[in-house]
């Protein structure tokens, strides 16, 4: 994510003027919200937030914990038996 400088707001004055952090989010399209001087929280269009979460794929199944179960005991099966006596 790339931060413009434009965008930077201090925590005191996203308290005190929320509408103005909320309006450079409708028109930048995010706001960072610094702490100390330090970029603490992210202030995100929620549309470009969904769009975002869709577009990026899905990396690994969901797996069940029995077939994860199963999986390792039979790679390992030797290894166990082994174990249990």
Do not use: C, W
């Not at 003027?17 to 960072?32: E, L, P």
């Amino acid at each position: 994510m790339q931060i413009n400088i434009e965008n930077l707001v201090s925590i005191s004055e996203a308290n005190q003027n929320f509408s103005k952090v909320a309006r450079m989010v409708d028109t930048n399209g995010t706001a960072v919200i610094l702490k100390n001087n330090t970029p603490k929280y992210v202030l995100v269009d929620y549309q470009s937030l969904i769009k975002e979460e869709q577009a990026t794929p899905t990396v690994v199944e969901q797996s069940t914990l029995d077939e994860v179960a199963t999986s390792v005991l039979s790679r390992h099966l030797d290894a166990f038996k082994e174990l249990a006596k």
